[in-house]
């Protein structure tokens, strides 16, 4: 695999479920995102990991829950979601540092 | 104010004319602008960036940036059908580091 993964591509879910989100980068970067991306918003920043420390929460409600296990890898746990949550979820990479950031396939998710 | 603001669109232009894409910013610190392109139902993906003032070519893109106006253009010259897609505006808020602020992206249509 090259580049930015995600897993799963689409997911649905109901209010009361718990799912998660993963993101794989294979470019040697050593910092992590996650955005949301709404119809007719801007991409949204939610998280930022940099050397596997988060230094970025941008006021994300505490049911979307973020986990960096290694620099290669970035979790975004899901539990008691909303309908209005239901979006194009992006993760992305880059290296610290540098602002060019290279982005994954994205997760489809819609929350009924 | 929103940060960062394009026109929606969609911007329609005939194949091989030059399609011309705005953002303004709001933030006078900003230091790095770039232009992603974004296919419908793909992810955003980086085509330039932009660094000082002036002009920057890339084949038949051109960012042009202007810091005194808040203002940062891409000309996309002989546009191609395969042109079709959002381009996205991004910036890095003053004080550098790595966090981008996204406008909601132009749609442009280019026509047979």
């Known amino acids: 695999e090259t580049g930015v993964t995600q897993t799963p591509r689409h997911l649905v879910m109901g209010m009361t479920n718990k799912k998660s989100l993963k993101c794989e980068q294979h470019?040697?970067?050593?910092?992590m995102y996650w955005y949301k991306q709404s119809a007719k918003k801007p991409l949204e920043l939610m998280f930022v990991?940099?050397?596997?420390?988060?230094?970025e929460n941008n006021s994300v409600p505490s049911r979307f829950s973020p986990e960096c296990p290694n620099s290669s890898h970035l979790f975004l746990h899901l539990h008691t979601l909303q309908p209005e949550d239901s979006a194009l979820y992006l993760c992305?990479?880059?290296?610290?540092?540098?602002?060019?950031?290279?982005f994954g396939p994205g997760t489809r998710l819609l929350v009924l | 104010q929103k940060e960062v603001e394009q026109n929606s669109g969609p911007l329609s232009v005939p194949e091989g004319a030059i399609a011309s894409l705005n953002c303004t910013y709001s933030?006078?610190?900003?230091?790095?602008f770039f232009w992603y392109r974004q296919y419908s139902g793909k992810s955003p993906e980086l085509i330039m960036s932009?660094?000082?003032?002036g002009d920057k070519e890339d084949g038949r893109f051109t960012a042009q940036l202007n810091k005194a106006s808040q203002y940062v253009s891409l000309l996309i010259r002989d546009s191609q059908p395969s042109d079709s897609a959002t381009y996205l505006c991004?910036?890095?808020?003053?004080?550098?580091?790595?966090?981008?602020?996204f406008g909601t992206g132009t749609q442009l249509k280019v026509e047979l």
């Open positions: 990991y940099s050397l596997e420390e988060r230094v």
């Open positions: 991004a910036v890095t808020k003053g004080g550098g580091g790595n966090k981008l602020t």
């Open positions: 992305a990479s880059s290296q610290e540092g540098a602002e060019t950031q290279y």
């Open positions: 932009i660094y000082s003032n």
């Open positions: 470019l040697g970067h050593n910092a």
């Open positions: 933030d006078r610190g900003s230091q790095s």
